[in-house]
């Protein structure tokens, strides 16, 4: 099986490719990138990325009022947000969904911890 480099360091590696998949999205604008990592950098980016999201799965049936995850970016619950979405398949037939909020004013930051800038 040919094997593509990780994503956060170039470096071919053994073992099957983790898939990220990272969008902000903006109304109709989106940003999206998808990264393939090793296991170690996949470890890194949720470690990093992980905190500031929710569980999409388990928001699902969240009840109006639900507790938002803030902003990575200012730690404030935004008015003005913009929408996180975090797809990771962590292994074969795994898959995780993610999401999160960022202030509009935030954008450039969020992208950053994503690694959309
Ligand atoms: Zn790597
Ligand atoms: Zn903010």
Same mark, same amino acid.
């Given at each position: 099986m040919a094997q593509s480099p990780c994503d956060a360091d170039q470096r071919r590696y053994q073992g099957p490719a983790r898939s990220v998949y990272a969008a902000i999205v903006d109304g109709v604008d989106a940003k999206r990138r998808r990264f393939r990592f090793c296991l170690a950098h996949l470890e890194e980016y949720m470690n990093r990325v992980g905190p500031?999201?929710? /569980?999409a799965q388990l928001d699902l049936g969240a009840a109006p009022g639900h507790t938002r995850p803030p902003c990575?970016?200012?730690g404030q619950v935004p008015d003005d947000a913009i929408q996180i979405f975090l797809t990771v398949y962590?292994?074969? /037939?795994v898959r995780d969904d993610y999401w999160g909020v960022a202030c509009a004013n935030h954008r450039a930051r969020a992208e950053a911890l994503l690694g959309l800038d």
């Open positions: 500031h999201l929710v /569980d990575p970016a200012c962590p292994d074969r /037939d």
